[in-house]
């Protein structure tokens, strides 16, 4: 039964629940790794979460890269997809050519990229996904960009046919931007309803509506990142019936974290996927090895 199983109350406990799912370990398809000069500008940003968010946001993992890299393993982390962002024209590319490169050297990253509206985005993405990038990531609040304008609909073409999934933050939370909404993203998905998508954050905090749009087009999904736990249901309370409605496509939500740029452990977004588990009866083990493990491994192609 759901309830037979007791969830991580620590990143200590992580693994050995892991192993008790029968699981090789973990895949986290919503990571950040940013070239150092980048990342020291997210975290000053979220230091000032106060003035932005109306609440403190303390990065529980700020480390070196490296380890960064060896909490993730010893998390049992088995693979992790690397996301990086732009919020300006001519940054895109960049960090497209870094994120391919990032996940190329590292064994446990896959390759990444992400696009924005500009001359030459698909272009630039043509010869990521050549170079193997599995996972791309559009950050609509943070561009501030309209993901229907025109200059990025051979982008998402490109993406569609060859079946790569792109995580999309295009909700209202933590701040609505200028072209956030699932309404706006869906006008993407009705010229591209092969795209496969997955929505960061569940939609957050428009929750019911990313579930409609994964009823809608069948290879839209959810990600789990911040979803549940204490620190964004203050903010952004799941639906009381959230376990009850996921049930319905429990093949169309996989594990995703933020890592490292949480203001909690990681064992905190875990517990929470066991407890929606725990809350229906229909949601059991194999729905968490799909979450943590088996979808996200089927998304990103991986083979073992």
């Given at each position: 039964?759901?309830?037979?199983?007791?969830?991580?109350?620590?990143?200590?406990?992580?693994?050995?629940?892991?192993?008790?799912?029968?699981?090789?370990?973990?895949?986290?398809?919503?990571?950040?790794?940013?070239?150092?000069?980048?990342?020291?500008?997210?975290?000053?940003?979220?230091?000032?979460?106060?003035?932005?968010?109306?609440?403190?946001?303390?990065?529980?993992?700020?480390?070196?890269?490296?380890?960064?890299?060896?909490?993730?393993?010893?998390?049992?982390?088995?693979?992790?997809?690397?996301?990086?962002?732009?919020?300006?024209?001519?940054?895109?590319?960049?960090?497209?050519?870094?994120?391919?490169?990032?996940?190329?050297?590292?064994?446990?990253?896959?390759?990444?990229?992400?696009?924005?509206?500009?001359?030459?985005?698909?272009?630039?993405?043509?010869?990521?996904l050549e170079a193997g990038a599995r996972c791309v990531k559009v950050h609509v609040q943070v561009g501030g960009f309209d993901?229907?304008?025109?200059?990025?609909?051979?982008?998402?073409?490109?993406?569609?046919?060859?079946?790569?999934?792109?995580?999309?933050?295009?909700?209202?939370?933590?701040?609505?931007?200028?072209?956030?909404?699932?309404?706006?993203?869906?006008?993407?998905?009705?010229?591209?309803?092969?795209?496969?998508?997955?929505?960061?954050?569940?939609?957050?905090?428009?929750?019911?509506?990313?579930?409609?749009?994964?009823?809608?087009?069948?290879?839209?999904?959810?990600?789990?990142?911040?979803?549940?736990?204490?620190?964004?249901e203050k903010m952004a309370p799941l639906p009381k019936d959230w376990a009850a409605r996921i049930a319905a496509r429990p093949?169309?939500?996989?594990?995703?974290?933020?890592?490292?740029?949480?203001?909690?452990?990681?064992?905190?977004?875990?517990?929470?996927?066991?407890?929606?588990?725990?809350?229906?009866?229909?949601?059991?083990?194999?729905?968490?090895?799909?979450?943590?493990?088996?979808?996200?491994?089927?998304?990103?192609?991986?083979?073992?």
């Open positions: 039964m759901p309830g037979d199983r007791t969830a991580p109350r620590s990143d200590a406990e992580v693994p050995d629940w892991v192993a008790g799912l029968g699981l090789p370990g973990l895949i986290d398809i919503h990571t950040h790794f940013l070239p150092e000069r980048v990342l020291r500008k997210v975290w000053a940003y979220f230091d000032r979460a106060g003035e932005h968010y109306g609440t403190e946001w303390d990065i529980f993992y700020r480390h070196s890269e490296a380890t960064r890299l060896q909490v993730l393993r010893d998390l049992g982390v088995r693979t992790f997809a690397p996301l990086v962002y732009a919020h300006k024209p001519g940054m895109a590319e960049w960090l497209t050519d870094w994120a391919v490169e990032f996940g190329n050297r590292e064994p446990d990253a896959v390759p990444t990229a992400t696009i924005y509206p500009e001359p030459g985005v698909a272009d630039y993405l043509d010869r990521a993901p229907r304008d025109p200059m990025l609909d051979q982008a998402w073409g490109l993406l569609a046919e060859a079946g790569v999934p792109v995580v999309v933050h295009c909700g209202h939370g933590p701040l609505p931007g200028s072209h956030t909404g699932l309404d706006i993203f869906e006008g993407v998905l009705r010229r591209h309803p092969r795209l496969v998508a997955v929505l960061a954050h569940a939609g957050m905090p428009d929750f019911l509506a990313a579930l409609e749009l994964v009823e809608r087009y069948p290879r839209a999904h959810l990600d789990t990142t911040m979803v549940g736990v204490d620190f964004s093949d169309r939500v996989l594990l995703g974290t933020d890592f490292p740029n949480i203001p909690y452990p990681y064992a905190e977004q875990l517990a929470a996927i066991a407890g929606w588990a725990d809350s229906d009866d229909r949601l059991g083990a194999e729905f968490l090895r799909a979450v943590l493990h088996d979808t996200p491994s089927r998304l990103l192609g991986l083979t073992d």
